[in-house]
Nanobody, 124 residues
């Protein structure tokens, strides 16, 4: 069993930055592919970014490319999402997810474990 705990959400003005963290436990962190998703009420959970086990391959949804950066520190069992140039449309609950199998994936159904989520609100 893998436990994921997100932190770092909050309220920020448009154009500002936030860094989300997700601490993992329960399994060797370097054996997990990791992803970030987000969800707003009434909509499906949306892929944001993913990173492979070693941290040298990443993937992003188109509308965050150039603004968000996913990274990981396997020594600290933590994955990060650095969010810059935030826009009001980035407002959502952000979820960290872990995947046991190889390969980067953008579908929520390809992930095995989920955190509880952290709220990000961007004011205009």
């Amino acid at each position: 069993q893998v436990q994921l705990v997100e932190s770092g959400g909050g309220l920020v003005q448009a154009g500002g930055s936030l860094r989300l963290s997700c601490a993992a436990s329960g399994r060797t962190f370097s054996s997990l592919g990791m992803g970030w998703f987000r969800q707003v009420p009434g909509k499906e959970r949306e892929f944001v970014a993913a990173i492979n086990r070693s941290g040298d391959v990443t993937d992003y949804t188109e509308n965050v490319k150039g603004r968000f950066t996913i990274s990981r520190d396997n020594a600290k069992n933590t994955v990060y999402l650095q969010m810059n140039s935030l826009k009001p449309e980035d407002t959502a609950v952000y979820y960290c997810a872990a995947r046991l199998r190889l390969g980067l994936r953008s579908s929520p159904t390809d992930y095995d474990y989920w955190g509880q989520g952290t709220q990000v609100t961007v004011s205009s």
